[in-house]
């Protein structure tokens, strides 16, 4: 079952972890000095925030997968759609190891599929991949480049 990806740029990272605290009911599953992290079952969220400089905001949307394979099906299906897609094997970003397939909207969105493969102790950033001035994840361009990397499915983490 996929999980919902949302990820903001806030201001100010502890009035907003207050606030999406009290609105989810929740404490972050994840909380750094400069990130958090809900992961919500009801609904299937993957909500994060972080506060790294860039303009508050909606930095991307994404879904989250249980398996290697799952992101495969899903690149596959963004190729269909005719647009860039730039998959990374064995990322960094946000605190996590992940398998990546990012795609830009017709709007410019990006939107990130992601199988997470395990927990990291840096933000991490993709060198060649990201914009720390536009972007508060690990985003691409919207110019980025197709590259193709092979995902096999291993064992089930979170982002």
């Given amino acids: 079952m996929k999980r ?5 740029a806030v201001a100010d990272l502890e009035e907003s972890i207050k606030f999406y605290s009290t ?6 599953a994840v909380r750094k000095d400069d990130y958090a992290k809900w992961m ?8 994060a925030v972080s506060a790294r400089g860039r303009v508050p905001g909606l930095d991307h949307l994404g879904l989250q997968v249980e398996c290697g394979d799952e992101l495969k099906q899903v690149s596959l299906r963004l190729k269909e759609a005719g647009k860039p897609v730039l998959e990374q094997e064995q990322t960094t970003c946000c605190y996590a190891q992940s398998d990546k397939t990012w795609v830009m909207d017709p709007q410019g969105v990006p939107w990130e599929t992601f199988y997470t493969t395990g927990s990291a102790t840096t933000y991490g950033e993709d060198a060649g991949f990201a914009l720390p001035d536009q972007s508060a994840c690990c ?13 096999e499915c291993s064992k089930d983490g979170e982002k």
């Fill in 23 to 28: 609105f989810f009911n929740s404490p972050p």
């Fill in 4 to 8: 919902f990806h949302v990820h903001l």
């Fill in 40 to 47: 919500l079952d009801d609904p299937r969220l993957n909500f």
């Fill in 139 to 151: 985003a691409p361009s919207s110019d980025m480049a197709a590259v193709s990397v092979g995902i």
